[in-house]
């Protein structure tokens, strides 16, 4: 029993442990542009992910699951996503450690949920 209860101590460390990296969120494209690109970068560097979209587009009006993993647990992240036009969008500074739903708007302006 007690070598039992050890195990499943360890497998909920372990799980917790291998979530810990995990920054997905619902993303809710309120820009008015259809989205091509999206990249996010800790405010303290400039070092831009990969696309997060993955050869995906996200319509204006459109939710997209985004999916990330990182070592960097910062608080704030820089958004950065580029229009169907080609067009740079940014949004600074956003939480997206305690976020589950972002919701990107035009001019640089962003909520969290």
Do not use: C, H, Y
Not at 45 to 59: F, G, I, K, N
Not at 76 to 82: F, I
């Amino acid at each position: 029993m007690r070598k039992a209860l050890f195990t499943a101590f360890l497998l909920i460390i372990g799980a917790t442990w291998a979530l810990a990296d995990d920054q997905d969120f619902l993303l809710l494209n309120r820009t008015g542009a259809e989205l091509r690109d999206l990249r996010v970068a800790p405010v303290e560097t400039e070092e831009w992910s990969e696309d997060l979209l993955r050869t995906q587009t996200v319509a204006t009006g459109q939710d997209r699951l985004i999916m990330f993993d990182t070592e960097n647990q910062s608080p704030k992240w820089n958004v950065r996503a580029q229009d169907e036009k080609g067009n740079k969008l940014e949004w600074r500074e956003v939480d997206l450690i305690t976020a589950t739903t972002l919701v990107l708007e035009p001019d640089g302006k962003s909520r969290i949920r």
